[in-house]
T-cell receptor, first 112, second 115 residues
Framework: SQQGEEDPQALSIQEGENATMNCSYK?????LQWYRQNSGRGLVHLIL?????REKHSGRLRVTLDTSKKSSSLLITASRAADTASYFC????????????FGKGTHLIIQP | AAGVIQSPRHLIKEKRETATLKCYPI?????VYWYQQGPGQDPQFLIS???????DKGSIPDRFSAQQFSDYHSELNMSSLELGDSALYFC??????????????FGSGTQLSVL
């Protein structure tokens, strides 16, 4: 079953603008992670936020987590053409080596 | 730095054939995961191994099996291939030490096309 659902499914903005992507999930989680994927390539980990954290920053990335609403957002500030990719949130609910459950992803296009 | 190595990069098979995908995790990583990603879809978790033992099972068909060997490399075996098995198959590894919360490192994937 789907755990993470992202919106919007596609987002096109001008270079330099900020991009915000949202993710909702259904069950309780240990942590939520965001990954980036260039077309046909492997996923690259961006940031992890634990269930007891509300906000986290990494460079131009800002992630928020609202466990009461079971939602998270990823903000990319000052976007660049190289940020064009698909972005997925992934949740971890179990312990040990349980697999991550990915959402459907947001395809972000940065217009130069 | 060493990354997760997957082979082959591309694989073309006929219906009802078998396929074997290989994954070499990052050295000293103790957990391997397999994911399937159809065109325009999100990655679907198939199976994972922790310290060479099967740890968790997702939406892996009975026609598929996987194992992790003593050198920590893993293989995904797929039999009686169907057209719907055409997808990008990713392997990922992490060091978990039995505790959740570590990021996954993904390989570049194997693109399987079933004709």
């Amino acid at each position: 079953s789907q755990q993470g659902e992202e919106d919007p499914q596609a987002l096109s903005i001008q270079e330099g603008e900020n991009a915000t992507m949202n993710c909702s999930y259904k069950t309780s989680i240990n942590n939520l992670q965001w990954y980036r994927q260039n077309s046909g390539r492997g996923l690259v980990h961006l940031i992890l936020i634990r269930s007891n954290e509300r906000e986290k920053h990494s460079g131009r990335l800002r992630v928020t987590l609202d466990t009461s609403k079971k939602s998270s957002s990823l903000l990319i500030t000052a976007s660049r053409a190289a940020d064009t990719a698909s972005y997925f949130c992934a949740t971890e609910s179990g312990g040990g080596a349980d697999g991550l459950t990915f959402g459907k992803g947001t395809h972000l296009i940065i217009q130069p | 730095a060493a990354g997760v190595i997957q082979s082959p990069r591309h694989l073309i098979k006929e219906k009802r054939e078998t396929a074997t995908l290989k994954c070499y995790p990052i050295p000293r990583h103790d957990t391997v995961y397999w994911y399937q990603q159809g065109p325009g879809q999100d990655p679907q978790f198939l199976i994972s191994f922790y310290e060479k033992m099967q740890s968790d099972k997702g939406s892996i068909p009975d026609r598929f099996s996987a194992q992790q060997f003593s050198d920590y490399h893993s293989e995904l075996n797929m039999s009686s291939l169907e057209l719907g098995d055409s997808a990008l198959y990713f392997c990922a590894s992490s060091w978990r030490g039995g505790v959740s919360g570590e990021k996954l490192f993904f390989g570049s994937g194997t693109q399987l096309s079933v004709l």
